[in-house]
């Protein structure tokens, strides 16, 4: 199923370049957009991953360099059945962790050192326990194919204000409803990015939970962390976490409070902490 929805998103990226390349610059610009899509497809496919560890800054560690992580991954792989991914550690200060790659067998986890600094070994293994859940549930891919389409929005958004700055200074042969279109799209590509964040990751990040809590045995451990979590980063946002990757992140990296939250990537904090607590052994019976 999650083949389908990312390729899906890879024709929305495609019909989405080729409408704006139509609409800015005629014929000529949609040919070029759409090679440009076609590009850009395979770049989400084969290379998503790489650019979200170049963005974090994320250097692979080895089990000399990092003992703490590799133990807790090899444990959880075994546990989910699947190959143990990589492990990187970002030098991002603040506190979070996210999973990429194309598929299990080419998946990475990478944990930022404000993360390892903040948790116990406990609460890491729940951060972890989530993220290897992405792996399992094959989230990574279409992940990483939405943060490249999120960029490519943003790009369309600045190609408009582009157009509108060189191609409106002949009114004799610019249409108005051209240039209206190209204004909407230089004003709502932006929010056309976070909305395509949100329809792919707050469903997940649930399921994430869910899944790390029931195979790792301990809902409290990840309900600790998250809590931890939300203390730090809802008033530090990342100085690494670039927008169009937020989505990937355990939490939130940009921080983000009053309205802004409304239009957050991941659900609210609360809400999954109340989940988690409510799978643990025991809830039932105390509610």
């Not at 133990?71 to 991914?85: F, M, N, Q, S, T």
């Not at 990589?86 to 979070?96: A, C, E, F, G, K």
């Not at 992940?143 to 157009?163: F, P």
Request: charged share 15%; aromatic share 6%.
């Amino acid at each position: 199923m999650n083949n389908v929805k990312t390729a899906f998103w890879m024709v929305l990226l495609t019909v989405l370049l080729v409408v704006v390349g139509r609409v800015v610059a005629g014929d000529a610009g949609m040919l070029v957009t759409f090679g440009l899509a076609v590009v850009l497809n395979g770049v989400a496919y084969w290379f998503s991953d790489r650019i979200a560890l170049a963005m974090a800054r994320a250097r692979e560690v080895s089990q000399t360099e990092a003992p703490r992580l590799h133990a807790i991954a090899d444990e959880l792989a075994l546990r989910y059945g699947v190959p143990k991914p990589r492990v990187y550690l970002s030098p991002d200060p603040t506190p979070n962790a996210f999973a990429t790659g194309r598929n299990p067998n080419h998946a990475a986890i990478v944990v930022n050192q404000g993360l390892l600094e903040l948790l116990t070994d406990r609460e890491v293994a729940g951060v972890l326990a989530h993220e290897l859940g992405h792996v399992h549930n094959r989230d990574i891919l279409i992940s990483s194919v939405v943060a490249v389409l999120a960029g490519a929005i943003t790009m369309i958004a600045n190609l408009a204000q582009w157009s509108l700055w060189f191609g409106g200074r002949d009114d004799r042969n610019s249409s108005p409803f051209g240039v209206v279109a190209v204004l909407l799209s230089a004003l709502l590509a932006p929010l056309a990015a976070t909305l395509v964040q949100l329809a792919v990751s707050r469903s997940r990040e649930y399921e994430a939970d869910s899944t790390g809590a029931r195979v790792s045995g301990d809902p409290h451990a990840l309900a600790s962390a998250l809590s931890k979590l939300e203390q730090v980063d809802r008033r530090v946002a990342s100085p690494l976490a670039q927008p169009a990757f937020a989505h990937l992140y355990i939490v939130n990296p940009l921080s983000a409070s009053g309205m802004a939250s409304l239009f957050s990537t991941h659900p609210p904090i609360e809400e999954r902490i109340r989940r988690l607590e409510a799978m643990a052994p025991g809830a039932a019976a105390r509610s």
